[in-house]
């Protein structure tokens, strides 16, 4: 038999079919060319989080029995996968399968690889997010939980029954924001709904892409909300760029670009960071915290392959402040430890 050294290869050696879905920093699915050229080590991961890519992998055979990895691997400096970990996954279940990849996996060996070293349990929201998405992707119904959701964001709930809603249904919704009358529902709910319900929906909705009205909605929200509630807005706007932006400049000019923003923009918001005038605002607001925090947090943003060059430029910005300057050399200094 020949070497089975990548996932895919050992996926289509098995004869399944599969999809692949990113769920470090936004649950959004991977196209398989992407993913064969991250897997053959050509290009970097797109989404790394923490030094690791976390990713699910759905898979299914000619039965349609379906089945999930969630997996996450280590990447290197350069930000592509690390082969040896990946060796040893793959490693595990041809031993489970006793080295015939074409053997079906029983529950009791699919329970076994969920409990291995690579694997990692997603957040509720993503979850959630995830379970709506594949669901769609794999032409299956919602959950049971869409209908009530459905009803209470069309008004024919009271809001007041805001915790008989599942996020999985929420989720359910927000996936299927172009289907019948969906964007409308979720639009009108912003002013309806119980605030738990909309910081649930900016859950959700912080995964998949939004229009201009719903963003420019969502906009008007983080300027009104309480200030510990305007990171859940902030993040809603992460697949639209343009008001990404504005909403930054929003908290900046209101002094807001506390903690809480700052790790909110280097998870969901990251397109900000490709503005130079953002750039430059964003790592002199992060220079404020502590030196940890700051080494943290860019060391996770320049492995972002989109913004690392630009990163990588700022070190050397002459016009920096002497704090960030400070914080730079903190951030060399524990490197070189």
Same mark, same amino acid.
């Given at each position: 038999?020949?070497?089975?050294?990548?996932?895919?290869?050992?996926?289509?050696?098995?004869?399944?079919?599969?999809?692949?879905?990113?769920?470090? =920093?936004?649950?959004?699915?991977?196209?398989?060319?992407?993913?064969?050229?991250?897997?053959?080590?050509?290009?970097?991961?797109?989404?790394?989080?923490?030094?690791?890519?976390?990713?699910?992998?759905?898979?299914?055979?000619?039965?349609?029995?379906?089945?999930?990895?969630?997996?996450?691997?280590?990447?290197?400096?350069?930000?592509?996968?690390?082969?040896?970990?990946?060796?040893?996954?793959?490693?595990?279940?041809?031993?489970?399968?006793?080295?015939?990849?074409?053997?079906?996996?029983?529950?009791?060996?699919?329970?076994?690889?969920?409990?291995?070293?690579? !694997?990692?349990?997603?957040? *509720?929201?993503?979850?959630?997010?995830?379970?709506?998405?594949? =669901?769609?992707?794999?032409? *299956?119904?919602?959950?049971?939980?869409?209908?009530?959701?459905?009803?209470?964001?069309?008004?024919?709930?009271?809001?007041? *029954?805001?915790?008989?809603?599942?996020?999985?249904?929420?989720?359910?919704?927000?996936?299927?924001?172009?289907?019948?009358?969906?964007?409308?529902?979720?639009?009108?709910?912003?002013?309806?709904?119980?605030?738990?319900?909309?910081?649930?929906?900016?859950?959700?909705?912080?995964?998949?892409?939004?229009?201009?009205?719903?963003?420019?909605?969502?906009?008007?929200?983080?300027?009104?909300?309480?200030?510990?509630?305007?990171?859940?807005?902030? =993040?809603?706007?992460?697949?639209?760029?343009?008001?990404?932006?504005?909403?930054?400049?929003?908290?900046?000019?209101?002094?807001?670009?506390?903690?809480?923003?700052?790790?909110?923009?280097?998870?969901?918001?990251?397109?900000?960071?490709?503005?130079?005038?953002? =750039?430059?605002?964003?790592?002199?607001?992060?220079?404020?915290?502590?030196?940890?925090?700051?080494?943290?947090?860019?060391?996770?943003?320049?492995?972002?392959?989109?913004?690392?060059?630009?990163?990588?430029?700022?070190?050397?910005?002459?016009?920096?402040?002497?704090?960030? !300057?400070?914080?730079?050399?903190?951030?060399?200094?524990?490197?070189?430890?």
């Amino acid at each position: 038999m020949t070497e089975i050294t990548t996932l895919s290869q050992f996926l289509t050696t098995a004869q399944t079919q599969f999809q692949v879905y990113d769920l470090g =920093r936004r649950v959004q699915h991977i196209d398989m060319l992407a993913f064969h050229q991250i897997e053959s080590l050509a290009t970097p991961y797109p989404y790394p989080i923490q030094g690791h890519a976390q990713f699910a992998i759905v898979f299914w055979n000619a039965n349609q029995q379906h089945f999930i990895w969630f997996l996450k691997l280590a990447l290197d400096e350069q930000g592509l996968l690390s082969p040896a970990p990946r060796s040893q996954f793959i490693d595990m279940v041809l031993s489970a399968l006793g080295q015939d990849p074409t053997q079906p996996l029983s529950d009791e060996q699919q329970e076994r690889l969920a409990n291995n070293p690579f !694997s990692f349990k997603p957040s *509720q929201e993503k979850l959630a997010v995830f379970n709506a998405l594949v =669901r769609k992707q794999l032409g *299956q119904a919602a959950s049971a939980q869409y209908e009530f959701a459905l009803q209470y964001l069309c008004g024919q709930i009271a809001p007041s *029954q805001w915790q008989h809603i599942g996020i999985q249904g929420i989720a359910d919704v927000c996936v299927r924001l172009n289907e019948l009358d969906h964007e409308a529902h979720v639009l009108t709910s912003f002013d309806s709904a119980a605030k738990e319900v909309q910081i649930a929906l900016c859950q959700c909705l912080e995964h998949v892409h939004i229009s201009t009205a719903l963003a420019t909605r969502l906009f008007y929200k983080l300027i009104q909300a309480d200030i510990n509630d305007k990171a859940y807005f902030l =993040r809603a706007l992460a697949s639209h760029p343009e008001l990404s932006q504005q909403a930054f400049q929003h908290l900046h000019q209101a002094s807001l670009l506390d903690a809480t923003t700052l790790i909110s923009i280097a998870g969901r918001n990251w397109t900000v960071l490709k503005q130079e005038v953002s =750039r430059s605002i964003y790592l002199e607001a992060l220079a404020l915290q502590s030196q940890s925090f700051f080494n943290q947090v860019f060391a996770d943003i320049v492995a972002i392959p989109s913004l690392r060059e630009h990163l990588l430029g700022e070190l050397r910005n002459p016009n920096r402040s002497v704090q960030l !300057s400070q914080a730079i050399g903190g951030l060399f200094k524990a490197a070189s430890k």
